[in-house]
């Protein structure tokens, strides 16, 4: 059985994906053909249905969870991880008319600054790797940061204004659920479950050979120190990877139900059917 797969070029994904895709660890007779693209692309593409399995942002899931339910395995969830709204060190305040820097309108980072900022209306999406320059540059008043970018925003000149990760933890109580790994509902349930197992098995093979992956993660990364890409590893791929458990699942359900409050466009499924 032939799977499609997509996922991001972001160290995160790649060290949580090499084992089942390098044929590491066994993939139960099933062989996964591979996509990398950014996620904000991903929640695009994923409209079209046109992946078996992909990385989405819980954002753009909820507009698609009836096409696709999520695994319990390869969330990218926890505290202290979420979105930063940076800018100059010269910009002075937030005002309606502030044009702010977003990567990708269904990314889970938008949704958590149109929460956080509901004023905020003038939001540009823009490929995240560029996002800071861009507001360097004077072109955007501010951005939202994601992946690579938190951990070196500071050094490019640019201060937070926000960090909406734990605007989130004050707001809902719960972890930030950032993005996860959705298969089609066209599986039945084995199936579902059988991708699950060889995540969870490439995951748990990760985190035992850690290195093991450091070729395939640089050879995509956006930024090429490892030290960095370890801190990004470390700090999204977690306990949430394995099993988002009923911990997990609880900031996801609040999260869900912030969305269906602010856009009609949101899916409505029962809470307890956007897991497998």
């Known amino acids: ?33 591979t996509e990398l693209a ?22 753009a899931y909820f507009h698609l969870c009836d096409k696709y339910v999520m695994l319990k395995a390869g969330s990218a969830l926890g505290y202290n991880n979420g979105p930063l709204l940076v800018a100059r060190e010269s910009f002075t305040g937030l005002t309606p008319d502030s044009k702010i820097a977003i990567p990708g309108r269904m990314t889970t980072a938008a949704l958590l600054l149109s929460i956080a900022y509901p004023q905020l209306q003038k939001r540009e999406p823009v490929l995240f790797s560029q996002i800071a320059s861009r ?8 951005g939202v940061l994601i992946h690579e970018g938190r951990f070196t925003y500071e050094k490019d000149g640019l201060k937070l204004i926000c960090d909406l990760g734990n605007f989130w933890h004050t707001h809902s109580g719960t972890a ?48 090429a120190d490892r030290e960095i890409q370890k801190k990004h ?21 609040s999260l869900y139900k912030n969305a269906l409050k602010s856009n009609q466009k949101i899916k ?7 897991f497998i």
């Open 135 to 142: 507001v360097l540059s004077g072109e955007f008043d501010a």
């Open 1 to 33: 059985m032939i799977i499609k797969l997509a996922y991001s070029p972001c160290p995160n994904d790649t060290f949580a994906f090499h084992a089942m895709v390098h044929n590491l660890v066994d993939t139960e007779g099933i062989e996964f053909k």
């Open 176 to 223: 930030v659920p950032l993005g996860g790994i959705a298969v089609s509902r066209n599986f039945n349930k084995e199936i579902r479950k059988k991708i699950n197992r060889i995540l969870k098995k490439s995951i748990e093979f990760a985190f035992t050979h850690p290195d093991i992956s450091d070729e395939y993660v640089t050879l995509n990364a956006q930024i």
């Open 268 to 274: 409505v499924v029962r809470v307890e059917e956007l």
């Open 38 to 59: 950014d996620v904000e692309l991903l929640n695009q593409r994923a409209q079209d249905g046109i992946y078996d399995m992909c990385k989405l942002s819980y954002h």
């Open 233 to 253: 590893i470390n700090l999204y791929v977690n306990k949430f990877s394995l099993d988002i458990g009923s911990e997990g699942k609880k900031a996801v359900y």
